[in-house]
């Protein structure tokens, strides 16, 4: 019997040689998984303990296949988190930061609205407006950034990503992504990126595509070494 360390850092067990390998099987765990046996303080990689190797050492047959399914572009790992609903929770938070430029958007209308009434509308008074109008927003920007951090730190999601079920995680054995992985890597990087005139848009584009890999991980998650699964 053994107790190993999930995806979201906490304890699961006691349980079987057979759940661990089935969870193995099914992309919920992996020979680099944190695991002690029952009774005992040690943690150690699962793959170190004599019950996952075969006689001669090598890794239990059932990972190396998922490996070589995994490889040869066979069916994705069915704890992946699905292309609709990843596209609904970048939706989901998307609308919420628009919801932040509310009072940018109502002063800078407002503003137009009175230039417009007094024949003096110009891009140059457009562009002063929304200059002047921008702070009104930024302290829920702040705000919402704060939030979005501190949730993709502690538990790997976007306030999106709790709605529909979702969650980052590392790719090598499924464990946190933390704040360098899942916030300044997979988000603040990509979006700095994407406001590059040019080569952002195109950026915007590949990094999109990228989701119909099997494996389903964006430019983003290559970069920071997630992806994203089930919660």
């Given amino acids: 019997m053994f107790i190993i360390i999930g995806g979201d850092g906490k304890e699961y067990g006691p349980v ?17 998984t944190k695991a002690k046996a029952l009774g005992t303080e040690e943690w150690r990689r699962i793959g170190d303990f004599a019950e996952f190797a075969s006689p001669e050492g090598a890794p239990p047959v059932i990972g190396a296949a998922a490996a ?22 970048a939706f989901i938070d998307g609308f919420i930061e628009s919801l932040c430029w509310l009072p940018t958007s109502q002063a800078v209308m407002h503003a137009m609205l009175e230039m417009m009434k007094a024949g003096r509308l110009t891009p140059q008074d457009v562009m002063e407006t929304f200059g002047a109008a921008i702070f009104k927003s930024v302290p829920y920007l702040i705000a919402l950034m704060l939030v979005q951090a501190t949730l993709l730190t502690l538990r790997g999601q976007t306030i999106g990503k709790i709605i529909v079920g979702l969650r980052i995680v590392r790719v090598p054995d499924g464990s946190p992504a933390g704040f360098l992985r899942a916030f300044l890597l997979r988000g603040f990087l990509p979006r700095c990126l994407r406001h590059v005139p040019l080569v952002g848009f195109l950026f915007w584009i590949v990094d999109n595509c990228f989701i119909f890999r099997d494996d389903r991980r964006c430019l983003h998650d290559l970069i920071a070494g997630t992806k994203v699964v089930k919660a």
């Fill in 68 to 89: 070589s399914a995994a490889t040869a572009g066979a069916t994705p790992d069915p704890n992946l988190g699905h292309r609709g609903l990843r596209l609904l929770a």
């Fill in 16 to 32: 079987t040689v057979e759940q661990i390998r089935a969870w193995i099987a099914a992309g919920r765990a992996s020979l680099d």
